[in-house]
């Protein structure tokens, strides 16, 4: 069967966040997709099958290297994008997954948009250890809705989420899948609204490149900030790439590019 590595939230190779992809005609049993997610040893790989109809074309499973998660946004364009580029589906596509049913629509230009259901943003008190984890001082925090499971932190400025080195032991404990620091841009001019890095030791992921998740919540949070529904983020360290958010109530859409960058053969 076909594998490809696909660089999502980017039109360069080698930037944006990796992500494998396996189009199956069904799914085989969970050891055996989590042990394929082991050995490509990405932040995710996406396991699709086409569905005969319904509400949604193909189903959709997602694997971090230690575990399965509820939803995924980088994959989830990633596997949008090798259904296009192969001709296995045009316009768009609608997945079903943990969190409902997600659609993506694919334009000429290879443009993806992602429709996403918006998280809820709860105010909470930091976690005892969270500043000492991080290394930077946390001006707010929110928890997030079930399928994500994150805390999104906001830190006094870019620069503080930029040099960002976490103890990443001390951070596993502290949110059932990750940590999202995050600030607005410090230039009006920079081509981004605000920035952010996500942290998810606790399924088996120091840092997420790009999260397409997050952005969920952090669509909901700049734009009461900002008074705005259409945004654009910077998220990474090393890896960087840009999400388009635009809110719209209960559901966001995510927009990206993908680029397809290693397609070889999976012999197990």
Known sequence: MRIRIVDAFTDQPFSGNPAGV?????????????KVAA?????????????????????????????????????TLATAHVLHSTGTASGSVRFTARCGVLITTTEADGTITMDFPTSSLTPVSAPEGLEKALGAEVLAVHDTAAHIGDLLVELHDEAAVRSLAPDFAALKVLSSRGVIATAA??????????????????????EDPVTGSAHTALAPYWSARFGREDLTGFQGGARTGRVRTRLRGARTLLNGHAVTVIEGELSA
Do not use: K
């Open 185 to 206: 841009a410090e230039r009006p001019d920079s081509g981004y609204d605000f920035v952010s890095r996500g942290f998810f030791p606790a399924v088996g992921i120091d």
């Open 39 to 75: 050995e490509v040893n990405l932040s995710e790989t996406a396991f699709a099958h086409p569905l005969p109809g319904g509400e949604a074309d193909w189903a959709l499973r997602w694997f971090t290297p230690t575990t399965e998660v509820d939803m995924c946004g980088h994959a």
């Open 22 to 34: 396996l189009l199956l005609d069904s799914f085989p049993d969970d050891a055996w997709l989590q």
